[in-house]
């Protein structure tokens, strides 16, 4: 397998975790490079269920190392809790999970900062955030008063520790919100070290001894290019970049070690949190997307909001991120609908637009231009070749290809590895 980047086409939830799961097979490292616990990968592995927040789904995989890479922020804490989980499945994590020393840290001021920001605004202005933390935690990186992995395990922590912690009880009190102790988080920080210490490096040369190997990878990111902090729906996203881009600045990996991209796109709409939704649906087919898909978050168990297929939105992932061939999942959740819709232009303002416009109040005046294809109604539950598809349903996927812009090369039909199609893509 070439060096792959596995990018969210949409915002986020696309089923990344399943296809990545999927893709390690021929891989031999995997690589997280952005993001925090704020986002949820699900895979299921025969009869289990398995929702990974920091660690790379790879670990799933005897033999296949992983990297929580630079561009991560995590949280030591929660981060062991899931190690612990993985540990407690039957997975090792011995020489098989490394953890960049420049990877930044989220400290419990976060997510109270995380929490008190988000209620103090005005309901329009509220993002829907997570409250894991993650923005404050990147706010100081980019403010370079953020501690990072390496600074965990030099003696001088406890000291700049306080440091940090003065300054935050400050900017907590000045919001009317409690402060935090000092020796509460020193000491769950030193806990989680003792298991976590072992596990941190610089993982720029390691990754690089990969390459020259001839080691192949598989770059995760979590989210959605519409959740990107510069190519997403502003203010209304995540805190990091969650395109193809941010594989390299969240790795040490450079764009010229990177082979392919392969985007994520369900084969209809999601999206969890506040912001402009052009294609959601607030009737009964909404209602079904959602019953049907089990369209709940992995990290909060929020609903989603559902929509149909936005190729405006697909078209804006090929661009920002060079995507080279589909990942399409879901196919299945459309069973049982007569009608489909796809959105292929928005009416803005009376005017037709192909594009995702960058300022946010445009895109909330968005109208969806829709054509409807008829649905297949039965069933594609147990489907392993692509040429046994609906006819109905192999129309649908070259429609979805034309106006997206690239081939589906790899086709869903449920949660399992073993419900997966791998198509050629076409020229």
Request: hydrophobic share 40%.
């Amino acid at each position: 397998m070439p060096n792959t980047i596995l990018i969210g086409a949409q915002w986020g939830d696309e089923g990344k975790g399943k296809i990545i799961d999927v893709l390690t097979e021929g891989a031999d490292w995997v690589v997280r490079a952005q993001g925090g616990n704020n986002a949820g990968h699900t895979v299921e592995v025969g009869e289990e269920r398995f929702v990974l927040h920091l660690v790379p789904s790879g670990i799933l995989h005897d033999g296949k190392r992983c990297v929580i890479g630079n561009g991560v922020v995590l949280d030591p804490v929660a981060l062991v809790e899931e190690i612990r989980g993985v540990m407690d499945r039957g997975f090792s994590v011995e020489g098989r999970l490394f953890i960049s020393d420049r990877a930044h840290v989220v400290f419990p001021y976060h997510r109270m900062l995380d929490a008190q920001g988000e209620a103090c605004k005005a309901k329009d202005d509220q993002i829907g955030t997570t409250q894991r933390g993650i923005g404050p935690a990147y706010s100081d990186k980019a403010a370079r008063f953020g501690l990072r992995m390496g600074d965990l395990i030099d003696p001088s922590f406890p000291e700049v520790l306080r440091s940090r912690i003065e300054d935050k009880n400050r900017a907590l009190s000045a919001l009317g919100a409690p402060t935090v102790e000092f020796a509460e988080i020193l000491a769950a920080t030193q806990e989680a070290m003792a298991v976590l210490a072992p596990l941190v490096c610089d993982t720029v040369p390691l990754l690089h001894d990969a390459v020259r190997a001839g080691d192949t990878m598989l770059f995760e990111g979590a989210q959605g290019i519409m959740l990107d902090i510069d190519f997403g729906t502003y203010p209304f996203v995540t805190s990091s970049n969650a395109g193809s881009g941010g594989a390299a600045t969240g790795s040490g990996v450079p764009p010229n070690r990177m082979d392919r991209v392969v985007g994520v796109l369900k084969a209809y709409t999601t999206r969890v949190g506040e912001g402009p939704f052009p294609t959601e649906l607030f009737d009964a087919d909404g209602e079904e997307l959602r019953r049907v898909g089990r369209e709940f978050g992995a990290t909060t168990g929020r609903p989603r909001r559902c929509g149909w297929f936005d190729a405006v939105v697909a078209r804006h992932a090929v661009m920002t991120c060079g995507v080279d061939e589909w990942a399409l999942t879901k196919l299945d959740v459309l069973d049982g609908f007569e009608t489909l819709k796809i959105c292929t232009a928005y009416e803005l303002d009376g005017r037709l637009i192909d594009h995702v416009p960058a300022n946010v109040r445009q895109l909330a005046r968005c109208t969806p231009i829709y054509e409807e294809m008829p649905g297949w109604q039965t069933s594609t539950q147990g489907i392993t070749r692509y040429e046994e598809l609906p006819a109905a349903a192999q129309r649908y996927i070259a429609r979805l290809e034309a106006v997206s812009g690239a081939p589906v090369a790899i086709l869903s039909l449920g949660p399992r590895r073993d419900e997966t199609i791998f198509r050629e893509p076409r020229a």
